[in-house]
């Protein structure tokens, strides 16, 4: 693992890194963060994913802000989303200490939210794409109460696996045909609420339990400042790059990273 002073440092470059790449796309970058602070930081389990989360916390307002100069707020769509995935992360957070404390599961785990995630990102169309020839697709917009459902199991997911939900909704949204300029800033203000929420409740946790529970706060706060100069560069740029390239860019580094984690849990470590 890396010695004293160096992990911070390697942890803001990479956090700039991988939110200049997720932000576009709405992602907030934990989802690349985690198998990183893993095999990389040392940062020990089950405190990585409020660890993860804390990250969240301090990167996502860099894009939120600039979101906002550029005049693209989440709008309903963004108090739909925490509506479901607020309660959501605060179960999951629960669930992960309680539930899966053991490296092994939790790889398995990991494995299977990052799987479908990646596929999503790299094989679905921009919105509104089509064949050649043929006319855009219409939007498929969910109805309120089903949308609100969906957020919360999003919500327990991302308590479990440390990203806040928000990144599991926006490839799921700008599949369904919604626009990345209004899924990103509203998935990215979901993963914000939820992220302070996460830590909160992981912080209560760690009252009641030994071991790594409570975040990892010298690192979560590096890889936040890492991110908040990421993300908000992401979002300066998301203009000038095409989705399409983006979004598979991302889900291929998510796939490579499940598999990862897959032959792990498999293996025993």
Known sequence: MLGA???EVVALAAAFFIAVLATPAGVSGAVLLLPFQVSVLGTPSPAVTPTNLLYNVVATPGALYRYW?????GGTLAWLLIAGTLPGVVAGSVIRVELLPSPQVFDLVVAAVLLPLGSWLALSS???AAGPGCPPRDPVRLPRPVLILLAAAVGCV???YG??????LAPVLIGTGRPPSEVA???LASTFVTSVAGVATFTVLALHHRGAVAPDWPTGLALGAGGLAGAYTGARIQSR???AAIRRLVGILVVAI???YLWSGLAGR
């Open 163 to 168: 990203i806040g939900g928000g990144s599991i």
């Open 69 to 73: 100069r550029q005049g693209q707020s």
């Open 241 to 243: 790059l095409p989705d």
């Open 185 to 187: 800033p509203a998935a």
């Open 5 to 7: 002073g160096w992990t």
């Open 258 to 260: 499940a598999c990862r």
């Open 126 to 128: 921009p919105a509104g």
């Open 158 to 160: 991302g308590g479990i």
